[in-house]
């Protein structure tokens, strides 16, 4: 596998499948967001395609977070939101998608990650796929992403992984909070039961898929605004002393 970073992906069979890749860890830099971003509203429009898949590559981690190295680099609250803000442009262009988006989760979330992972409207992941909200670690806290979380397991499973943000929680405390769906012995099951899954989704009514996902998503209509005051937030916290000095430590 190559160690550059990309973003890919691959239609076949009307099943879309979108994958990134960064070589530490899946992190998320900037420019990887807003290709993600891109590529899932440019595939949302896409007739020819019914169903999408979100996977990351390698065989370990799903996705790290946000980048550290670009972290550590931002210097003005500006630089801070922007960077941020890519996270809210993932989550919004996925929430907009009219198709609906597997999440394939072959390791763990961390961070980020686990927003991806919350956005995603049906997520299946194996049992090595443990995830950690480590942002109050950091100084700053999960705020663009806290509103997919906790969408998905509930204010009650959000705050309990946001407060202790040190500890891993498995995949199967994750399943029984809803955030995943099933959970698999291997990554090469995973792919098998997501690939069944999508085969199946494409049998239905691309029309009634789009009415089901709007409804799924009723009460997300202000997500453009506050994932933007979120970032916001996220970017002038970045710049605090305490990060700054967490950070440095990472480094």
């Known amino acids: 596998m190559s160690e550059q970073a990309y973003v890919k992906k691959n239609i076949k069979n009307k099943i879309a499948?979108?994958?990134?890749?960064?070589?530490?860890h899946n992190s998320l830099p900037g420019k990887i967001l807003a290709e993600l971003a891109d590529t899932?509203?440019?595939?949302?429009?896409?007739?020819?395609?019914?169903?999408?898949?979100?996977?990351?590559?390698?065989?370990?981690?799903?996705?790290?977070g946000a980048s550290f190295t670009e972290l550590?680099?931002?210097?003005?609250?500006?630089?801070?939101?922007?960077f941020f803000m890519g996270f809210a442009n993932v989550i919004n262009a996925m929430r907009k998608c009219p198709k609906f988006i597997i999440g394939q989760v072959q390791g763990k979330a961390v961070g980020g990650g686990v927003g991806v992972a919350s956005a995603v409207d049906y997520c299946m992941a194996t049992k090595f796929s443990a995830i950690k909200l480590s942002e109050l670690n950091l100084g700053i806290g999960p705020f663009v992403?806290?509103?997919a979380v906790e969408r998905k397991i509930g204010t009650s499973g959000m705050s309990q992984i946001a407060i202790d943000a040190n500890?891993?929680?498995?995949?199967?405390?994750?399943?029984?909070?809803?955030?995943?769906?099933?959970v698999y012995e291997s990554a090469e099951e995973l792919e098998e039961a997501v690939a069944e899954l999508a085969q199946n989704l494409c049998a239905y009514n691309p029309e009634a898929?789009?009415?089901m996902k709007q409804m799924f998503w009723r009460g997300t209509e202000d997500w453009d605004e506050l994932?933007?005051?979120?970032?916001?937030?996220?970017?002038?916290?970045?710049?605090s002393d305490f990060t700054k000095d967490k950070l440095e430590k990472y480094k």
Request: contains cysteine.
């Open 145 to 147: 992403v806290g509103p």
């Open 40 to 64: 899932i509203t440019e595939i949302g429009q896409n007739d020819e395609v019914l169903v999408i898949v979100l996977k990351s590559g390698g065989d370990r981690t799903f996705c790290a």
């Open 227 to 239: 994932l933007n005051e979120r970032a916001k937030i996220s970017g002038r916290l970045v710049l």
């Open 167 to 182: 500890s891993f929680y498995s995949p199967e405390w994750a399943k029984q909070k809803g955030l995943y769906a099933n």
């Open 72 to 82: 550590i680099n931002i210097e003005n609250e500006k630089d801070g939101e922007k």
């Open 17 to 24: 499948t979108v994958e990134f890749f960064h070589p530490a």
């Open 209 to 211: 898929v789009k009415e």
